[in-house]
């Protein structure tokens, strides 16, 4: 039988890239709601990203969008980041803002507009040089809206031909990770619109091309720690954007929606090698703070995941494989359901206090004053959004 204290070494290797632009303003068609204390440049994200890591010690990197948090001099940004004690992770390209992109990016039908984005991702990839980053990220806006709108087919050759081009330019261990989204806001096809589209060109591209699998992305009723396992069984699964949704893709606490679908999948990454030593499986969070303060909100998505990977990693695996080798449907079940109703919840205090944490990150954020601290010190100037 699992216990506790034999799965503490394991989780003692979690960590968990979070989003510059989770701390920035965002929200829904309709309206984006502006909040006290939201940063105004990308030195202040990194600050707020830096507190959650100081007080989960869960989030040591954070992961760049361009153009959003274009700066002069990315080298002294990463000093920066260091200072306070996190790196900076991925980076996110941007071809779905520029007005040039209304038809597409990297599958426009226009030689000069695929061009302009496959340049910005080159673009990109000089950040990674400045930054150390290992990541790009590509996730693409593009497809159509209408039947007979656009050549689907030759918008997947453009497409492979604007990855290799960006592909080639990668160096040392640099990786190029593509994102896909079933729908939006392309709603008749989308060019990447599944994990077969992306491992498709990621095969074609070679060895450091890996796919993105966003939790939000997917149809009602996808089994995704299903997708989850074949990714991993073929080595391409390069990196998560954990998030939840309702209906769609609502960027939404990871967890919030189903905390039992987290659990299902993170059972998945750690029977699959995508955890821990040698994996290379970059575990990141993908959301949308609209009502919610954007640091507590953070907090509460990292220490989500970690005690969902508790409830993943005390699973009596040994139990388990021989209800299944028996034909025991039922016990099977019983037991796989047992971990994850685990409440390992004050057993994960006195873990954070073990390693010089505070027990309950939430409340000692609530006590310790940086959010009416950064509400009275940022007054002024432009709040940090999508554009």
Same mark, same amino acid.
């Given at each position: 039988?699992? $216990?506790?204290?034999?799965?503490?070494?394991?989780?003692?290797?979690?960590? @968990?890239?979070?989003?510059?632009?989770? &701390?920035? +303003?965002?929200?829904?068609?309709?309206?984006?709601?502006?909040?006290?204390?939201?940063?105004?440049?990308?030195?202040?994200?990194?600050?707020?990203?830096? =507190? /959650?890591?100081?007080? $989960?010690?869960?989030?040591?990197?954070? *992961?760049?969008?361009?153009?959003?948090?274009?700066?002069?001099?990315?080298?002294?940004?990463?000093?920066?980041? #260091?200072?306070?004690? /996190?790196?900076?992770?991925?980076?996110?390209?941007?071809?779905?803002?520029?007005?040039?992109?209304?038809?597409?990016?990297?599958?426009?039908?226009?030689?000069?507009?695929?061009?302009?984005?496959?340049?910005?991702?080159?673009?990109?990839?000089?950040?990674?040089?400045?930054?150390?980053?290992?990541?790009?990220?590509?996730?693409?806006?593009?497809?159509?809206? %209408?039947?007979?709108?656009?050549?689907?087919?030759?918008?997947?050759?453009?497409? =492979?031909? !604007?990855?290799?081009? @960006?592909?080639?330019?990668?160096?040392?261990?640099?990786?190029?990770?593509? #994102?896909?989204?079933?729908?939006?806001?392309?709603?008749?096809?989308?060019?990447?619109?599944?994990?077969?589209?992306?491992?498709?060109?990621?095969?074609?591209?070679?060895?450091?091309?890996?796919?993105?699998?966003?939790?939000?992305?997917?149809?009602?009723?996808? +089994?995704?720690?299903?997708?989850?396992?074949?990714?991993?069984?073929?080595?391409?699964?390069?990196?998560?954007?954990?998030?939840?949704?309702? %209906?769609?893709?609502?960027?939404?606490?990871?967890?919030?929606?189903?905390?039992?679908?987290?659990?299902? @999948?993170?059972?998945?990454?750690?029977?699959?090698?995508?955890?821990?030593?040698?994996?290379? /499986?970059?575990?990141?969070?993908?959301?949308?703070?609209?009502?919610?303060?954007?640091?507590? !909100?953070?907090?509460?998505?990292?220490?989500? /995941?970690?005690?969902?990977?508790?409830?993943?990693?005390?699973?009596? $695996?040994?139990?388990?494989?021989?209800?299944?080798?028996?034909?025991?449907?039922?016990?099977?079940?019983?037991?796989?359901?047992? *971990?994850? &109703?685990?409440?390992?919840?004050?057993?994960?205090?006195?873990?954070?206090?073990?390693?010089?944490?505070?027990?309950?990150?939430?409340?000692?954020?609530?006590?310790?004053?940086?959010?009416?601290?950064? #509400?009275?010190?940022?007054?002024?100037?432009?709040?940090?959004?999508?554009?």
């Amino acid at each position: 039988m699992t $216990t506790f204290d034999t799965i503490t070494d394991r989780l003692d290797q979690l960590a @968990i890239e979070v989003p510059s632009w989770a &701390y920035g +303003n965002s929200g829904t068609r309709f309206k984006v709601f502006g909040t006290p204390g939201t940063p105004r440049s990308i030195e202040e994200k990194i600050a707020d990203a830096a =507190a /959650v890591h100081r007080f $989960t010690g869960l989030a040591p990197t954070v *992961a760049l969008h361009i153009p959003w948090d274009v700066v002069d001099d990315f080298g002294a940004l990463r000093r920066y980041a #260091e200072d306070l004690g /996190v790196g900076l992770g991925t980076i996110n390209s941007n071809t779905f803002q520029d007005d040039a992109y209304k038809l597409g990016s990297l599958t426009h039908a226009d030689p000069k507009v695929r061009a302009m984005a496959v340049q910005h991702n080159l673009d990109c990839i000089d950040v990674m040089d400045a930054t150390g980053s290992r990541d790009l990220k590509i996730w693409l806006a593009d497809g159509s809206n %209408y039947p007979g709108q656009a050549d689907m087919r030759a918008r997947q050759e453009w497409l =492979a031909e !604007g990855l290799a081009q @960006i592909y080639a330019q990668l160096s040392g261990d640099q990786r190029l990770v593509l #994102e896909y989204k079933f729908f939006e806001p392309a709603f008749y096809h989308t060019d990447v619109p599944d994990w077969g589209t992306s491992l498709v060109h990621c095969l074609e591209l070679g060895e450091r091309a890996t796919v993105c699998l966003d939790t939000g992305h997917h149809a009602p009723g996808t +089994n995704i720690e299903f997708i989850v396992a074949q990714l991993l069984r073929l080595g391409k699964l390069g990196s998560f954007d954990f998030n939840s949704r309702f %209906y769609a893709d609502d960027d939404l606490i990871v967890g919030a929606a189903d905390p039992f679908q987290l659990y299902r @999948i993170l059972v998945e990454v750690v029977r699959g090698g995508g955890y821990g030593d040698g994996s290379e /499986v970059a575990l990141m969070l993908d959301q949308c703070h609209n009502i919610e303060k954007k640091i507590p !909100g953070q907090i509460r998505s990292v220490l989500n /995941v970690q005690e969902m990977l508790a409830r993943a990693l005390l699973l009596d $695996t040994a139990a388990l494989d021989a209800a299944r080798t028996e034909g025991d449907v039922l016990g099977a079940n019983q037991i796989f359901m047992d *971990a994850f &109703y685990t409440d390992v919840r004050r057993d994960l205090a006195g873990y954070r206090e073990d390693r010089g944490l505070p027990a309950d990150p939430m409340a000692a954020f609530a006590a310790s004053g940086y959010q009416e601290q950064i #509400e009275a010190d940022r007054v002024g100037g432009a709040q940090a959004g999508w554009n």
